[in-house]
């Protein structure tokens, strides 16, 4: 049956407390929104977002990292509620699936599970201990006889444990017949999507409940709800990438972006953080180091490095408080306390401690090129725009502001000076 996905994401979310839509709050380095839309593009090509607040920001968000999403404003002034979001949504499939924005852990396997069978609506239901704040499902036989908030439930009702996740896979046809019939006799004066299971059954309609494990359906509406989601999914990549064969050092202070790859024999120690969507190949990314949008192949970082986004390291050594910014080092060795940035550096190439690449003026960037078997010695300064050709050494302490030519070694240094028993004088003591 062909099917078509409205995901509702019209809510202002007062209760994430921010100036930031509630669905653009990320997990896992990506906006909860666009985790729901991700499972959505797995089981439809047509899909349907539904906006109010902030409804340009979220637009302008979506169309930069998908194309072929359909926008529907809500009048929420006129139509508040989840029932009110549907009203002038249209959809071409003869089933539609309605999810929620602020569903992140929703996956495809869960979806198909919704969308299975022949009933006219399923409906997505949880059992939890403790109900509280959910709306009630009242069920026989199997079948959804209706569905009431928890603040229109009498006594009985309100002992119900089995409570609505929020997700509906409908036949289109009743859609368009109800959505419109909808009105707002109730104790919030919204529209309730919920009512449609009402008029089904009413109608004789087949409603049947689809059990859901809380963890997937769970929605997102407070910045703790937010930690548990991301605890959740930071889980779920681990595991997944454990099992493809990458080796974790006490994997649970790990972090990984869901947008980040491994390939081959790759070791990541206690309190790493791989952000962006970083590609880490044959690497060994040792403790508290953090990689960020950048390629590290056949390589090892830290403990305690930091590589910034767009570097690229080659079968490259980078130590501890070494830092790599916008940077392509390949074959390179900077064991420590070093600053690279905007700067591309060949094989054989060593960078001592303290040596930094002055790269910004305060106005521009500038780039350094280093080439290859360049001997760069400690608490060196290279004020780029530069160019050090092959096979140059750089004395320590060095301030380098020209270019160096192959074979040269570069010296800046002021004469030293050494005044005999200056230290007696000084302090009026005898030798």
Same mark, same amino acid.
């Given at each position: 049956m062909s099917l078509s996905v409205v995901i509702l994401a019209a809510g202002q979310g007062t209760r994430m407390k921010s100036t930031t839509p509630k669905v653009l709050h990320k997990i896992s380095g990506k906006s909860m929104l666009f985790h729901a839309i991700d499972a959505a593009k797995e089981v439809s090509d047509d899909i349907t977002v539904v906006l109010y607040h902030q409804a340009e920001r979220i637009q302008e968000e979506i169309e930069a990292a998908y194309s072929g999403i359909h926008f529907h404003l809500q009048d929420a002034k006129? &139509?508040?509620?989840?029932?009110?979001?549907?009203?002038?949504?249209?959809?071409?499939? $003869?089933?539609?699936?309605?999810?929620?924005?602020d569903m992140p852990l929703i996956t495809k396997d869960s979806l198909l599970a919704l969308t299975s069978g022949d009933a006219d609506i399923n409906m997505s239901v949880i059992k939890l201990d403790d109900p509280t704040g959910y709306g009630r499902v009242i069920i026989e036989n199997e079948k959804v006889l209706e569905i009431v908030e928890q603040?229109?439930?009498? $006594?009985?009702?309100?002992?119900?444990?089995?409570?609505?996740?929020?997700?509906? +896979? /409908?036949?289109?046809?009743?859609?368009?017949?109800?959505?419109? +019939?909808?009105?707002?006799?109730?104790?919030?004066?919204?529209?309730?999507?919920?009512?449609?299971?009402?008029?089904?059954?009413?109608?004789?309609?087949?409603?049947?409940?689809?059990?859901?494990?809380?963890? $997937?359906?769970?929605? /997102?509406?407070?910045?703790?709800?937010? +930690?548990? +989601? $991301?605890?959740?999914?930071?889980r779920r990549i681990k595991t997944a990438w454990m099992k493809a064969g990458v080796s974790m050092r006490l994997p649970e202070t790990i972090y990984i972006d869901c947008r980040a790859t491994f390939e081959g024999e790759c070791f990541l120690e206690n309190g790493v953080s791989i952000q962006g969507a970083s590609f880490i190949k044959n690497a060994h990314i040792k403790t508290l180091s953090v990689i960020e949008d950048s390629t590290i192949e056949n390589s090892d970082v830290g403990p305690m490095g930091r590589v910034r986004p767009n570097s690229v390291l080659i079968d490259t050594h980078i130590g501890?408080? /070494?830092?790599?910014?916008?940077?392509?080092?390949?074959?390179?060795?900077?064991?420590?306390?070093?600053?690279?940035?905007?700067?591309?550096?060949?094989?054989?190439?060593?960078?001592?401690?303290?040596?930094?690449?002055?790269?910004?003026?305060?106005?521009?960037? &500038?780039?350094?090129?280093?080439?290859?078997?360049?001997? /760069?010695?400690?608490?060196t300064q290279l004020v780029a725009p530069l160019n050090i050709a092959d096979d140059v050494m750089i004395a320590a302490g060095s301030t380098v502001t020209k270019d160096a030519q192959q074979g040269d070694l570069i010296l800046s240094r002021t004469p030293q000076k050494s005044i005999k028993n200056f230290f007696y004088t000084f302090f009026g003591t005898k030798a």
């Open positions: 006129q &139509y508040p509620g989840t029932g009110g979001a549907m009203k002038g949504v249209k959809t071409k499939n $003869e089933r539609t699936l309605i999810l929620n924005g603040k229109d439930c009498n $006594e009985a009702q309100l002992l119900t444990k089995t409570v609505n996740a929020g997700i509906y +896979a /409908v036949n289109t046809s009743l859609l368009e017949k109800y959505i419109p +019939a909808l009105d707002n006799n109730n104790a919030q004066a919204e529209y309730y999507l919920t009512d449609i299971v009402k008029m089904a059954v009413d109608e004789n309609k087949t409603v049947n409940p689809i059990y859901v494990e809380e963890e $997937e359906f769970k929605g /997102v509406n407070s910045k703790l709800d937010l +930690a548990h +989601a $991301e605890e959740i999914m930071q501890n408080f /070494v830092e790599v910014k916008k940077s392509t080092l390949t074959g390179v060795k900077a064991g420590h306390l070093a600053y690279i940035g905007d700067a591309t550096i060949d094989e054989g190439s060593n960078i001592g401690a303290g040596v930094i690449t002055c790269n910004y003026d305060g106005k521009n960037k &500038y780039q350094t090129t280093i080439g290859k078997n360049v001997f /760069v010695g400690s608490d």
